[in-house]
Antibody
Framework: EVQLVESGGALVQPGESLRLSCSAS????????MHWVRQAPGKGLVWVSR????????TYADSVKGRFTISRDNAKNTLYLQMNSLRAEDTALYYC?????????????WGQGTQLTVSS | QSALTQPASVSGSPGQSITISCTGT?????????VYWYQQYPGKAPKLMIY???NRPSGVSNRFSGSKSGNTASLTISGLQAEDEADYYC??????????FGTGTKVTVL
C-alpha cells in the first residue's frame, strides 16, 4: 500500500526557517517524480514544487522561488522541503504528492498533510 | 501562473447530472491533453478522479467523466449521489512545465 507521511509542520515566526519531511513507503520511491502542494485554510490547492525521480531537476512556483528548496534522499525514501524566510502567506497545509508514472503531471497519491503556521 | 477558472459552486438533485467547467488558456488546458480532476472531502486529502482529460483511474466510478474543448475542460458527474458532495479541482500541465490548479468547485447535492 502506498503511503506518504508528512512531518515537520509547526508554528513559526515570520522570517524563520523550517524543513518539512515526507516518508514514503509501499512503492519504489526512487522511480517517481514528487511534488509539494499546499492549501491555505479554506482555500484551494496550490502547487509549490516538483523534483525529478533522481533529484537532478527541480521546479518551483514563483511565490516560493528563492526561498524554498525541494530535495530527496532516495536511500531513505524521504522527500524534503526546506523553507526559508517564511511569510504569513505561507501558512497552509502542505501535502506530499506522488506524480503518476505515465506521461503528464497528474498526482495519484497524496499524504494527509502537515500544517505550517507563520505568525508573530 | 494564474489559476484555472472554475465555478465556485454547482448543485444538483440526486440522480441528476452536473458539469463543472475548468477554463484556462492555450498555454495550459488548450495546449495539452494533460488535464486532471481531483475530489476533496473536508479535512481529507485530494483524490485523483480523472487523468489525461478523460481517463478514470482504477476504482473510480464510471459516473465520473471528463472532456475538453479548446481551452475549457469539463467534469461531468452523472446519477448524482449524496457521496459526491465535495470540492472538485481541475489541474493542467502548463507551458512552464509545471502544473496549475483550478480555483475549485463545491458540489452540493440538494
Amino acid at each position: 500500500e502506498v503511503q506518504l507521511v508528512e512531518s515537520g509542520g509547526a508554528l513559526v515566526q515570520p522570517g524563520e526557517s523550517l524543513r518539512l519531511s515526507c516518508s514514503a513507503s509501499g512503492f519504489t520511491f526512487s522511480s517517481y517524480w514528487m511534488h509539494w502542494v499546499r492549501q491555505a485554510p479554506g482555500k484551494g490547492l496550490v502547487w509549490v514544487s516538483r523534483i525529478k525521480s533522481d533529484g537532478s531537476s527541480t521546479t518551483y512556483a514563483d511565490s516560493v522561488k528563492g526561498r524554498f528548496t525541494i530535495s530527496r534522499d532516495n536511500a531513505k525514501n524521504t522527500l524534503y522541503l526546506q523553507m526559508n524566510s517564511l511569510r504569513a502567506e505561507d501558512t497552509a497545509l502542505y501535502y506530499c504528492v506522488r506524480e503518476v508514472a505515465i506521461a503528464g503531471i497528474g498526482m495519484d497519491y497524496w499524504g494527509q498533510g502537515t500544517q505550517l503556521t507563520v505568525s508573530s | 501562473q494564474s489559476a484555472l477558472t472554475q465555478p465556485a459552486s454547482v448543485s444538483g438533485s440526486p440522480g441528476q447530472s452536473i458539469t463543472i467547467s475548468c477554463t484556462g488558456t492555450s498555454s495550459d488546458v488548450g495546449g495539452y491533453n494533460y488535464v486532471y480532476w481531483y475530489q476533496q472531502y473536508p479535512g481529507k486529502a485530494p483524490k485523483l478522479m480523472i487523468y489525461d482529460v478523460s481517463n478514470r483511474p482504477s476504482g473510480v466510478s464510471n459516473r465520473f467523466s471528463g472532456s475538453k474543448s479548446g481551452n475549457t475542460a469539463s467534469l461531468t458527474i452523472s446519477g448524482l449521489q449524496a457521496e459526491d458532495e465535495a470540492d472538485y479541482y481541475c489541474s493542467s500541465y502548463s507551458s512552464s512545465t509545471t502544473p496549475v490548479f483550478g480555483t475549485g468547485t463545491k458540489v452540493t447535492v440538494l
